[in-house]
C-alpha cells in the first residue's frame, strides 16, 4: 500500500469514526486504532475502530476492521476477525470494504455472526443498531443428587423418615417451620448450600460432571419435615451430587414502537428464559432510546408477562 493509499485509508476511518461517535453520543467510547489484549497469548492485538458502552451494568465491546483492497474480501478474513473477536472478548465484530465481499464470505460471516458492511453502507449506517444484542448466553448450573442425607434432632425418628421420598425430586420434599409454615424445600436447601460454596464456581460448560459433598445446617430455626401426621427435625443436611453446567444460546427478538408523548424512537431487544430453580420465567430486556437529548441505552431482567402488541422489527 503506497503512502497516499494509506492517507487515503486513514481519512476513510477517521470518517466513519466521526460518524459513529455523532450516532452513539457521548456514552459510548469510539477509539480507533485500539490496542486489545489477546486472551490466549497476553499479547497485543489491533483493532481498527472498538466501540464500547455500558448495557445496564455490562460493559458492551464491538470491534471494526476497515478493508481496503483491491480484491473482495473472502472468506480466510472473515474467519480472522471471528477468531479475534473470540481473543480479545469482543461481543460484536464488523468488517468494512471498500469493494465488498465474496459469496463464501458473505456465508462464513452469517455463520459466524460477524457484521459486514461496505464503507458507503457503514458511513450511512444507523450505528445505535448495533449496541441491541442478538443473542444471549444463559448457563444453567445442573446436578443430579447421588445422596442426601438427613442428620435429624432425633434418631429414633430415622425409622418413620426411610423410604419416603425419591431422592431425584427433591423440589418436591418441603421443608416446614414448628407451625407448619413453609420453609422451602430440599432443592431450595441445596441450591443455598451451593452457593454458599460457590460449588459451580469452577466449572465450565462442557466441562466433565464433577462429583461434589457439601451440607447445610439450618442456622435460623429449626426446621421439619412432615411424614404423615408428624413433624420430624432436621439438624443438617448432607448432599453428594454430581455437578455440571449447560450453557443455551438465546436469540433476542427486536422491537420498536414510538413514544406516546412524541420525539423519541424507542427500539429494544428481549429474550425470555427459565431460571435454573423452579419453572418461573425470566425476561431479559434491553432497550434503545433516541431522541432530541441524544441516545440512551439501558437494561433490565423482570419476570415474564405478556408483552404488548409492538412492531417487530
Known amino acids: 500500500m503506497t503512502i497516499g493509499a494509506k492517507s487515503k485509508r486513514w481519512k476513510e476511518i477517521q470518517d466513519l469514526v466521526g460518524r459513529i461517535e455523532a450516532a452513539l453520543g457521548p456514552d459510548a467510547a469510539v477509539t480507533s486504532p485500539d490496542h486489545l489484549i489477546d486472551k490466549t497469548t497476553g499479547l497485543s492485538r489491533e483493532a481498527d475502530v472498538s466501540i464500547r458502552q455500558i448495557i445496564g451494568s455490562q460493559p458492551v465491546l464491538i470491534i471494526e476492521e476497515c478493508r481496503d483492497r483491491s480484491k473482495k474480501v473472502g472468506v480466510g478474513y472473515v474467519e ?22 465474496t459469496r463464501g464470505a458473505i456465508k462464513k460471516a452469517t455463520f459466524y455472526s460477524i457484521g459486514l458492511m461496505t464503507l458507503t453502507e457503514a458511513l450511512e449506517a444507523d450505528w445505535t443498531d448495533w449496541l441491541l444484542p442478538t443473542t444471549m448466553t444463559i448457563l444453567y448450573n445442573r446436578s443430579n443428587a447421588l445422596n442426601i442425607e438427613f442428620i435429624l434432632a432425633r434418631d429414633s425418628d430415622r425409622e418413620s423418615l426411610s423410604h419416603e421420598f425419591n431422592i431425584s425430586n427433591p423440589e418436591r420434599v418441603a421443608l416446614l417451620r414448628a407451625n407448619g409454615n413453609v420453609w422451602g424445600n430440599v432443592g ?35 426446621v421439619f419435615i412432615q411424614i404423615e401426621e408428624r413433624l420430624i427435625e432436621i439438624r443438617q443436611l448432607n448432599f453428594d451430587v454430581e455437578l455440571w453446567v449447560e450453557a443455551k444460546e438465546m436469540p433476542f427478538e427486536r422491537y420498536s414502537y414510538a413514544d406516546p408523548s412524541g420525539g423519541a424512537d424507542i427500539r429494544y431487544a428481549d429474550v425470555c428464559f427459565d431460571v435454573t430453580t423452579g419453572d418461573r420465567q425470566l425476561r431479559s430486556r434491553v432497550y434503545l432510546v433516541k431522541g432530541p437529548q441524544g441516545t440512551g441505552v439501558f437494561a433490565e431482567i423482570t419476570p415474564d408477562k405478556t408483552s404488548d402488541e409492538l412492531t417487530s422489527t
Open 188 to 222: 431450595t436447601a441445596f441450591v443455598g448450600a451451593a452457593n454458599n460454596i460457590d460449588a459451580f464456581g469452577s466449572i465450565a460448560p462442557g466441562d466433565p460432571r464433577v462429583r461434589s459433598k457439601f451440607g447445610t445446617r439450618f442456622s435460623d430455626g429449626p
Open 80 to 101: 480472522e476477525v471471528a477468531t479475534k473477536r473470540g481473543n480479545v472478548g469482543a461481543d460484536r465484530a464488523v468488517i468494512v470494504s471498500t469493494v465488498g465481499f
